[in-house]
């Protein structure tokens, strides 16, 4: 059971020595606590002690790793139940299921690296491909395999074989890949957990609901195997909802370790549109991994956009990085506008400029991602801040004109801006993002006119 920060501070020396790097004991017990520090950073500590507290560094549902080098990721690590409580760790990987008799596996494997886009500033994709050993043969199995790593090396991969033989000789093939093995059920538990535990890979095991799983995730850690994924089978999405919870409930409310792993979910339906709907409340509740029959481009932008929503802080406003934005290929005569850092700001007013087929170079202002009437009313996108960032930003040099574009909303801070940017001409924009592309159509035109 994880301990408290109180709990920790009593057990330590309490010599406030500094050696840890922090000022004292209590600080340093705070961040144990919070996984931010680790136990073995304590000099004066006994063995015994950090035997005793290395529990305290572990969240609840510990966090497993899977991929490559060059594509590593996280699941799991989750230490709160509800998204208000503190940001949800490691987004829901998205993972495509193909099967090695499949006679269009390029096709597929295209699918997923074709998958990404970009939304407020991240990159969104289908992260992994789960290979199904549908058709139970080896030879087939591992034609399928090596014709992924061809066409795909990096792309990180969960193996789903229930044959001990099968696994063994497509993880002897997996250079430079950690793969989770997924087929490990309770007639075979044995055979899959020595294999997992041999070539130190994760393993998933299922059983139809939450108790059934219970023994074989203790059976597996009994027999070595250090990361497990749990599989509960929900066949309805009822089932999805309960299961889920009671295990994530389990491991962060009552702190029962054999449920204290990520979940996997095999997303199902009789179409695409239930297969979406399976698939959001797995990603809103607590689903590590999701594994997809078919990828769209709709649906795509449905589950990411639901990924990216729970998975952001909600004590701190979605932003992007301050800077020069080109949207299309802007030239020195092409407009300059200027907003705020807010993704959401950013993400209409690119899309909007985007729209009007006209090359623009966007000026992304950081006012702590606020949104333009927010950040006026709170003085962080003012007349003088604004001109600073015109200043350092290096745009002049970018352009053989000195016009500035500023969002209808702060027109009221035309003339502090000129005053302040010597030989700049300040444009009122719209105030909605709506309205872009017929106001660049019209500024273009009336320009070219002078």
């Known amino acids: 059971m994880a301990l408290t920060g109180i709990e920790i501070f009593k057990l330590l020396p309490k010599t406030n020595c500094k050696k840890c790097g922090f000022p004292t004991c209590l ?68 993972a495509l299921e193909v099967a090695d008799d499949d006679s269009e596996i390029e096709t597929r494997i295209d699918e997923v690296l074709n998958s990404s886009i970009e939304r407020v500033g991240e990159t969104l994709r289908i992260e992994a491909i789960y290979l199904k050993n549908r058709s139970a043969d080896i030879s087939k199995y591992r034609d399928a395999l090596e014709r992924i790593l061809k066409k795909a090396p990096q792309i990180p991969l969960i193996l789903g074989v229930s044959s001990s ?20 059920t309770a007639e075979n538990i044995e055979e899959m957990a020595k294999v997992a535990a041999k070539f130190n890979v994760p393993l998933v095991v299922s059983a139809k609901g939450v108790e059934a799983v219970i023994p074989l995730t203790e059976k597996a850690k009994a027999l070595g195997v250090g990361d497990l994924i749990i599989n509960a089978e929900p066949k309805s999405i009822g089932e999805l909802l309960r299961d889920n919870t009671f295990i994530a409930r389990g491991a962060l409310k009552k702190q029962i370790r054999s449920v204290g792993y990520p979940i ?58 301050q800077g020069i934005y080109r949207v299309g290929e802007p030239d020195d005569k092409s407009p300059f506008i200027v907003t705020t850092n807010f993704a959401l700001t ?25 949104s333009v009437l927010t950040a006026w009313a709170a003085g962080k996108f003012s007349a003088s801040k604004i001109a600073q960032f015109v200043k350092e930003s ?48 019209n500024y273009v035109r009336s320009k070219n006119d002078r």
């Not at 073995?40 to 290395?54: M, N, Q, T, V």
């Not at 695409?272 to 997809?292: N, R």
């Not at 993400?347 to 009007?356: A, D, Q, R, T």
């Not at 000129?418 to 993002?433: F, H, M, P, Q, R």
């Open 264 to 321: 996997i979910t095999f997303a199902w339906g009789k179409d695409d549109f239930y297969e979406t709907i399976v698939s959001t409340v797995g990603i809103l509740k607590y689903s590590s991994i999701l594994v997809l029959k078919r990828t769209l481009p709709w649906k795509n932008l449905a589950l990411f956009t639901i990924r990216q929503n729970i998975y952001s802080d909600p004590q701190v406003p979605m932003q992007v990085k």
């Open 27 to 94: 600080a340093f017990a705070m961040k144990v606590a919070q996984g931010q520090a680790k136990i073995e950073d304590c000099p004066e500590a006994s063995e015994e002690i950090k035997s005793k507290l290395r529990d305290a560094a572990t969240p609840p549902i510990i966090e497993v790793q899977f991929g490559t080098d060059s594509m590593k990721l996280k699941i799991g690590g989750q230490n709160v139940l509800f998204r208000h409580e503190k940001k949800f760790l490691n987004p829901t990987v998205l």
């Open 165 to 184: 033989d099968i696994a063994i000789d497509s993880l002897s093939i997996l250079k430079g890949h950690r793969p989770i093995l997924h087929g490990a």
């Open 346 to 370: 950013y993400f209409l007013v690119k899309g909007e400029i985007e729209n009007s087929k006209i090359p623009v170079w966007l000026g992304i202002m950081d006012c702590d991602g606020l």
């Open 394 to 441: 290096g745009i002049e040099e970018k352009l053989n004109h000195r016009e500035l574009i500023i969002p209808g909303y702060v027109a009221m801070l035309k003339a502090s801006i000129e005053d302040k940017l010597s030989g700049w001409k300040v444009v009122i924009g719209t105030k909605e993002a709506s309205g872009i592309p017929a106001f660049l159509r």
